[in-house]
């Protein structure tokens, strides 16, 4: 007969392997990002947020290597790593744009010290704030576009009702002088030159009221056809051959048609335009899953996103100039008003998106808009 063994306490060997692979997954699932390394310079703990922030890839071997050598693309972080040695006063809520990713970190370091105050480690605790800083940077926009907003108003209150006049007037003087083609001429052209700066008034204006949201379910395809429209009647189309990939099985956008209309328009007719009349054009559409940034909204969670892209293989845009495209009156068009791209930018922030720029060397401009598919956003001004 063989007895059962009465069950023993785990050895004191197996609780502290229990206890330390515990730690272990502690300091890995933090939410925030860790970084330790030792007094001889090999790194201690570094976890996924970390790995994320910086843009590494975990490998085994990095847990005891030199932190110079795992941190050789970030050197930014390698260098206040290094400087956490020999500091006195370690900084404490200070911030960090790191160069490889673009992301901002704010972060604290600390020493490790032994029972008697020898210094046997630094560690490094930061946060991801690129989101933060994202929503502060649409927050200036807003403040900006506020002032701009009340002069615009101003101006166009003053002009408004003298280029009504000058147009009213012009016409009165054409019908006098009727059989004077001279004058007819003249008379004609200042009523188009009137009709254009009173367009640019109503665009102005346009642009600068605030966007208040008529949010509903929107189809993707539906939109996209009505913007080929749209862009169709303000620049003819020629030769250039548009193609379309907008799945009808996209879910759909919780957003406003009309901006979203307004939105694919302007991108669509500015690539018609670079085109000047051949070449060709895509629109595309896909759903991808997107990590939100750890400290944004939905930290932590996959937020269900369409990519929309428009892409031409026109001349593209020059490198110095690539910065600008987005600033309202910026244009490089004798007849452009530089409000087309302003205008989808604002809408794209109204709809807690984002759009991106890419230049390529033989694929002309590719624009590309991120929208999330159910947006949390009323109004934008
Ligand atoms: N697809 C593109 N290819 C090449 N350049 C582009 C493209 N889209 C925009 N641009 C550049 O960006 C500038 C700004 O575009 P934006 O749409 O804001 O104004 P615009 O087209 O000049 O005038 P508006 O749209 O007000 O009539 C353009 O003048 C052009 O230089
Ligand atoms: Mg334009």
């Not at 300091?27 to 201690?44: E, K």
């Not at 759903?287 to 369409?306: I, T």
Request: proline residues 6%.
């Amino acid at each position: 007969m063989t007895a059962t063994r009465p069950r023993k306490r785990p050895a004191a060997s197996d609780r502290r392997a229990a206890t330390e692979s515990f730690y272990r997954d502690l300091v890995w699932n933090l939410q925030n990002g860790l970084l330790a390394v030792t007094r001889d310079g090999r790194i201690a703990v570094m976890n996924e947020v970390a790995y994320r922030t910086f843009g590494l890839q975990p490998t085994p071997d990095d847990i005891g290597r030199h932190f110079s050598d795992v941190l050789r693309d970030i050197p930014d972080v390698a260098r206040i790593v290094a400087g956490g040695f020999e500091m006195s006063h370690l900084p404490n809520r200070a911030e960090l744009r790191l160069k490889r990713t673009g992301k901002v970190i704010g972060y604290t370091m600390s020493q490790v010290k032994d029972p008697q105050g020898h210094v046997t480690g630094v560690t490094l605790f930061f946060k991801d704030l690129t989101r933060v800083e994202q929503l502060e940077e649409r927050e200036r926009l807003r403040d900006r576009l506020a002032a701009l907003g009340e002069m615009a108003a101003a101006i166009a209150h003053e002009v408004k009702n003298p280029l009504a006049g000058i147009e009213v007037m012009a016409g009165l003087l054409k019908r006098q002088l009727s059989d004077n083609e001279d004058a007819q001429s003249i008379l004609k052209d200042i009523i188009k030159e009137a009709k254009m700066a009173n367009s640019i008034v109503i665009e102005v204006l346009d642009f600068v009221r605030p966007i208040r949201l008529q949010v509903e379910p929107v189809a993707l395809p539906d939109v996209v056809r009505d913007a080929i429209t749209t862009a169709d009647s303000q620049v003819p189309r020629r030769g250039i051959k548009l193609s379309v990939d907008v799945p009808e099985s996209l879910p759909p956008i919780e957003g406003d048609k009309h901006q979203l209309r307004q939105l694919f328009a302007n991108l669509l007719a500015n690539a018609f335009e670079a085109l000047g009349g051949e070449g060709s054009v895509r629109i595309s559409a896909t759903q991808r899953a997107v990590e939100e940034d750890v400290g944004g909204p939905a930290e932590g969670k996959s937020v269900a996103m369409l990519e929309i892209e428009v892409v031409d293989n026109g001349p593209g845009i020059p490198p110095d100039l690539i910065d600008r495209v987005f600033s309202p009156f910026f244009t490089t068009k004798p007849q452009g008003t530089g409000l087309g791209l302003a205008i989808v930018r604002k809408i794209v922030d109204a709809h807690d998106g984002r759009i991106d720029v890419t230049v390529g060397p033989d694929t002309g401009t590719r624009f590309v808009v991120t929208v999330p598919v159910n947006g949390n956003y009323k109004l934008f001004g």
